[in-house]
């Protein structure tokens, strides 16, 4: 070892505690000693290079739902635990992290799955990843949209499996225009703003309900507030985009579904049990509407033995909602970037609490 070497390695080694805002941290030089970040399932990139930077980054390399014991175990000291749908974070993950869990870090727009009422008992803040994914989720509500009205799904199937028979045939898989017709949004955030947007090109009227008015967005894109009785009787598609909390809870029951049209759609890419599932299986097979829309479920993932895989009307996807190379990969900059700015103090942290 060269001197000009020794010298540094005597220089990094020198330890020093400083006293900060009446907690202990431990400095090695101006290095804070890592805390520890738990992730709970293998996230893209840049999330888990901005993580390595700054802390000690222990992620699932996995990306299957981690057993609650397993969670419990793995979060045990960290500073943040970044989680994703189908994690339940409750009190018990909470007390299993300790004193020093600062940062609950969504990997997802929802957080339904977090029990924020703990978090904010324990002072820790709930972060999410508003924005990046608005468009890509409207996106696929479109494609839920045009796929359930045009029997899309079917169509391909009877190409694949060798039964078109005829060529062009005067009445093979007739479905209903979505240019033209009738859109009810129901919660007009970010993602049913966008989806609004959309509706403009393809000439269709658009009428919404949601918590709040919004008489600037209503003036930019001619769309109608109404109640959402009104919204259910008028719409040819009715589609949800509010997020899950006690009044939305099963917002979409049978009394609901029974105000729409015969001929009207379901449409859902924001959480299952904004609808009562049950109900819509019901109306569903009683004919009450034409069909179902759905990329969100009551419980997920559903089996083979749920009633909406039995039926021919509905067109089922597996949560994909924001699922694209690129979505991802941003969620995973916004999720890792509101650990760091929060451990920080500075730029941008999507708090929740
Ligand atoms: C997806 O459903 C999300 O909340 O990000
Ligand atoms: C609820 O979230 C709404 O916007 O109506």
Redesign the pocket.
């Known amino acids: 070892m060269s001197n000009e070497n020794r010298k540094y390695k005597i220089k990094i080694e020198f330890h020093i505690i400083l006293i900060t805002e009446g907690r202990q941290t431990n400095y090695f030089m101006d290095r804070p000693i890592k805390h520890k970040v738990y992730v709970t399932r293998k996230i893209p990139e840049p999330g888990p290079s901005i993580l390595k930077n700054r802390f000690q980054l222990k992620m699932n390399p996995r990306v299957d739902v981690l057993k609650s014991e397993n969670l419990i175990q793995n979060v045990r000291g960290a500073y943040a635990l970044m989680c994703m749908?189908g994690d339940k974070i409750d009190s018990s993950v909470m007390d299993a992290a300790g004193p020093n869990l600062k940062v609950i870090s969504?990997?997802?727009?929802?957080?339904d799955h977090v029990d924020i009422d703990e978090a904010v008992k324990r002072k820790i803040i709930v972060t999410?990843?508003p924005n990046v994914?608005a468009n890509t989720?409207a996106d696929l509500t479109f494609s839920l949209i045009l796929a359930a009205a045009r029997n899309l799904i079917k169509a391909d199937r009877h190409v694949r499996t060798g039964d078109w028979k005829f060529g062009w045939t005067p009445d093979l898989f007739l479905g209903y225009d979505v240019h033209g017709s009738t859109l009810g949004i129901i919660g007009l955030g970010e993602i049913g703003t966008l989806v609004a947007k959309r509706a403009r090109g393809f000439d269709m009227k658009v009428i919404y309900h949601s918590k709040t008015r919004n008489r600037d967005i209503e003036s930019e894109l001619d769309i109608t507030y109404v109640s959402l009785e009104e919204l259910l009787e008028r719409s040819d598609f009715v589609s949800i985009h509010v997020s899950l909390n006690k009044d939305s809870f099963h917002m979409i029951d049978k009394s609901k579904i029974k105000l729409m049209k015969k001929t009207a759609f379901l449409i859902n890419?924001?959480?299952g049990k904004v609808i009562n599932e049950r109900d819509l299986i019901s109306a569903l097979k009683n004919n009450i509407i034409a069909g179902a829309g759905l990329?969100?479920y009551d419980n997920e993932p559903i089996s083979r033995s749920n009633g909406l895989t039995q039926l021919p009307q509905t067109v089922l996807l597996p949560?994909i909602?924001?699922a694209t190379f690129m979505t991802r990969s941003k969620?995973a900059e916004v999720a890792a970037n509101n650990i760091v700015n929060f451990f920080h103090k500075r730029g941008i942290v999507y708090k929740i609490n």
């Open positions: 749908l969504c990997y997802s727009v929802g957080y999410n990843t994914l989720t890419t924001s959480r990329d969100v949560h909602g924001s969620m």
